[in-house]
Nanobody, 119 residues
């Protein structure tokens, strides 16, 4: 089992940048596919970006070219560099760890960190 703690959220003006971090503990970080999700008020949680254990990445269309997901396996930490932030990026951002063994997939979540972008 893995424990996840996000940090780095806050209030920022549109056009500025933030970097989120997710510190993992309790298991072998490199074995997990990792991702960032977000949930805005009144909306469902949505995928922002994922990074596989091997390093391949995927992004939601809405953040392509602005956000970069990365991982440091030696530090057991996941990052999300967010540039050119827009008010529409305002949400609670959640870190996710996923491990698939055979037919069984387990998901683990952090508690979330609030990102607020003012116009």
């Amino acid at each position: 089992q893995v424990q996840l703690v996000e940090s780095g959220g806050g209030l920022v003006q549109a056009g500025r940048s933030l970097r989120l971090s997710c510190a993992a503990s309790g298991s072998i970080f490199s074995m997990y596919a990792m991702g960032w999700y977000r949930q805005a008020p009144g909306k469902e949680r949505e995928l922002v970006a994922t990074i596989a254990s091997g390093g391949s990445t995927e992004y939601a269309d809405s953040v392509k070219g602005r956000f970069t997901i990365s991982r440091d396996n030696a530090k057991s930490t996941l990052y999300l560099q967010m540039n050119s932030l827009e008010p529409e990026d305002t949400a609670v951002y959640y870190c996710n760890a996923r491990r698939t063994t055979g037919w069984i997939t387990k998901d683990y979540w952090g508690q979330g960190t609030q990102v607020t972008v003012s116009s």
